[in-house]
C-alpha cells in the first residue's frame, strides 16, 4: 500500500470502524459506556491503523473492553495484565498498547504490577475505571472504598484506609499522571488525547459510577448544582481557582494549603497557587493528588506530564548495543559456547 493510499485509509476512520459486533453487557447506566465510546472517538483521530492498536484488560467489569473493541486485544487475567502489556510492548514496540482495568484488578491483586508498571515507564496507556466498589462480583468493598463504608463483606464499615490511585501513580513515578470523571465527556476526551500523545506510562483515573452497586459515589463532583465548588481543574501554568463564582482558590501559608476568596481580606489571582504539571520532580503533583472534600476541591485534569525515555526505548538499545558487541545471536553458539563437561 502506498503511503498516499494508506493515509487515505487512515483519515476514513470513523468510530464505527472502531466497535465491535459483540453486544455490551454493562449494566444500563453504568459510566463504562461513557468510557468506552470516548475512547472509540478518539481511536479514529491518532493516525494509527486498527492493527496496530491492541487492548489488554484483568478481570472485572471494566475487563470487557478488549471484546467491545475491533481492535487486537487480550481480556487476560485478574491483577496480571500490566505485566501481559509490558510483554506485548517489549516484543512489539510499534503497536499502540492501551491497559484497562478497575480499582480492584490494579490495586489488591494487581498493586505490585501496578506500581512496577509505572516506575518503569513502559510506552502503554492504563486506564483506572474507579467505582470504589466490586462491581462484577456484587459488591464488596474495594481497595478505593472509603472508610465507613458498609457493602456484603464490611456489614459494619470498612475500617481499610483507601489507596489513592493518583497518589499510587505519582508515587512510583510515573510520567503522565491525570484524572476525570464519566460524566463530565469533553473534560474525559481532553485526558484520553492528552495519554495518548505521552511517550512512556500514561495513568488515566476515571472516577466511574456503578449505579446497581455503588451509586452516587462520586455525585458531588458530577452534580451540577454542586461541581463548581467540589472540584478545581488542573490546567498547567494556570491559578487553581474554582467555584460558582470562579471567585475560589488554594493558598499556600508556608507548606500549607488554604481555600481562599480572591477580593476577601487582600488576596488576589496573583496570590494563589500556579499549577506546574511539569515540574521534574513528583512533589507538587503529590501534593494536590491529597486534596480531599469536603476540606479541599477534587483536582480533575493532569497532575504531572514529563518526557522520560520509554522503557522500550531502552530495552531496543540495550539488544542493538549487544548484536553489535557480539554479532547476531546464535542458539548453536549458546549451547556449545562456555564451559562443557561430560557425565560419564
Same mark, same amino acid.
Given at each position: 500500500?502506498?503511503?498516499?493510499?494508506?493515509?487515505?485509509?487512515?483519515?476514513?476512520?470513523?468510530?464505527?470502524?472502531?466497535?465491535?459486533?459483540?453486544?455490551?453487557?454493562?449494566? #444500563?447506566?453504568?459510566?463504562?459506556?461513557?468510557?468506552?465510546? !470516548?475512547?472509540?472517538?478518539?481511536?479514529?483521530?491518532?493516525?494509527?491503523?486498527?492493527?496496530?492498536?491492541?487492548?489488554?484488560?484483568?478481570?472485572?467489569?471494566?475487563?470487557?473492553?478488549?471484546?467491545?473493541?475491533?481492535?487486537?486485544? %487480550? @481480556?487476560?487475567?485478574?491483577?496480571?495484565?500490566?505485566?501481559?502489556?509490558?510483554? =506485548?510492548?517489549?516484543?512489539?514496540?510499534? =503497536?499502540?498498547?492501551?491497559?484497562?482495568?478497575? $480499582?480492584?484488578?490494579?490495586?489488591?491483586?494487581?498493586?505490585? @504490577?501496578?506500581?512496577?508498571?509505572?516506575?518503569?515507564?513502559?510506552? %502503554?496507556?492504563?486506564?483506572?475505571?474507579? /467505582?470504589?466498589?466490586?462491581?462484577?462480583?456484587?459488591? !464488596?468493598? +474495594?481497595?478505593?472504598?472509603?472508610?465507613?463504608?458498609?457493602?456484603?463483606?464490611?456489614?459494619?464499615? +470498612?475500617?481499610?484506609? #483507601?489507596?489513592? #490511585?493518583?497518589? %499510587?501513580?505519582?508515587?512510583?513515578?510515573?510520567?503522565?499522571?491525570?484524572?476525570?470523571? $464519566?460524566?463530565?465527556?469533553?473534560?474525559?476526551?481532553?485526558?484520553?488525547?492528552?495519554?495518548?500523545? @505521552?511517550? *512512556?506510562?500514561?495513568?488515566?483515573?476515571?472516577?466511574?459510577?456503578?449505579?446497581?452497586?455503588?451509586? *452516587?459515589?462520586?455525585?458531588?463532583?458530577?452534580?451540577?448544582?454542586?461541581?463548581?465548588?467540589?472540584?478545581?481543574?488542573?490546567?498547567?501554568?494556570?491559578?487553581?481557582?474554582?467555584?460558582?463564582? /470562579?471567585?475560589?482558590?488554594?493558598?499556600?501559608?508556608?507548606?500549607?494549603?488554604?481555600?481562599?476568596?480572591?477580593?476577601?481580606?487582600?488576596?488576589?489571582?496573583?496570590?494563589?497557587?500556579?499549577?506546574?504539571?511539569?515540574?521534574? @520532580?513528583?512533589?507538587?503533583?503529590?501534593?494536590?493528588?491529597?486534596?480531599?472534600?469536603?476540606?479541599?476541591?477534587?483536582?480533575?485534569?493532569?497532575?504531572?506530564?514529563?518526557?522520560?525515555?520509554?522503557?522500550?526505548? =531502552?530495552?531496543?538499545?540495550?539488544?542493538? $548495543?549487544?548484536?553489535?558487541?557480539?554479532?547476531?545471536? +546464535?542458539?548453536?553458539?549458546? =549451547?556449545? *559456547?562456555?564451559?562443557?563437561?561430560?557425565?560419564?
Amino acid at each position: 500500500m502506498s503511503n498516499m493510499t494508506e493515509t487515505a485509509v487512515l483519515t476514513n476512520l470513523t468510530k464505527k470502524d472502531f466497535e465491535s459486533n459483540q453486544d455490551v453487557r454493562w449494566c #444500563p447506566g453504568c459510566g463504562d459506556y461513557a468510557v468506552l465510546s !470516548q475512547i472509540q472517538k478518539l481511536m479514529p483521530t491518532l493516525g494509527i491503523p486498527r492493527e496496530k492498536f491492541a487492548f489488554v484488560s484483568g478481570i472485572g467489569c471494566s475487563s470487557r473492553f478488549p471484546y467491545y473493541m475491533e481492535t487486537y486485544g %487480550m @481480556h487476560s487475567i485478574h491483577g496480571r495484565a500490566p505485566a501481559i502489556a509490558t510483554g =506485548l510492548k517489549l516484543t512489539r514496540p510499534e =503497536l499502540s498498547v492501551w491497559l484497562v482495568t478497575g $480499582d480492584g484488578d490494579a490495586l489488591a491483586i494487581g498493586g505490585n @504490577h501496578f506500581i512496577h508498571a509505572m516506575r518503569r515507564n513502559i510506552g %502503554m496507556k492504563v486506564i483506572l475505571l474507579n /467505582n470504589r466498589i466490586y462491581g462484577l462480583t456484587k459488591g !464488596q468493598y +474495594s481497595p478505593t472504598s472509603e472508610l465507613g463504608k458498609k457493602t456484603k463483606t464490611t456489614p459494619m464499615g +470498612s475500617i481499610d484506609r #483507601p489507596f489513592n #490511585p493518583v497518589a %499510587m501513580a505519582l508515587g512510583a513515578g510515573a510520567t503522565f499522571v491525570a484524572r476525570t470523571i $464519566d460524566t463530565d465527556l469533553n473534560h474525559m476526551a481532553q485526558m484520553l488525547a492528552r495519554a495518548a500523545e @505521552h511517550n *512512556g506510562t500514561a495513568f488515566v483515573e476515571v472516577f466511574q459510577n456503578c449505579i446497581v452497586f455503588n451509586d *452516587g459515589a462520586f455525585e458531588a463532583v458530577s452534580d451540577k448544582a454542586t461541581r463548581a465548588d467540589a472540584r478545581v481543574l488542573l490546567e498547567h501554568g494556570k491559578p487553581l481557582k474554582f467555584g460558582k463564582e /470562579n471567585n475560589k482558590g488554594i493558598l499556600m501559608r508556608g507548606l500549607s494549603p488554604e481555600v481562599v476568596t480572591v477580593g476577601e481580606n487582600g488576596v488576589t489571582e496573583a496570590d494563589l497557587l500556579v499549577h506546574d504539571e511539569k515540574a521534574p @520532580h513528583t512533589g507538587p503533583a503529590f501534593f494536590l493528588s491529597q486534596f480531599e472534600a469536603p476540606d479541599f476541591p477534587v483536582p480533575l485534569g493532569v497532575f504531572r506530564a514529563v518526557d522520560k525515555p520509554a522503557y522500550e526505548e =531502552l530495552n531496543g538499545q540495550i539488544a542493538a $548495543d549487544a548484536r553489535a558487541a557480539k554479532g547476531a545471536p +546464535s542458539l548453536a553458539k549458546l =549451547l556449545a *559456547g562456555g564451559d562443557t563437561w561430560t557425565i560419564e
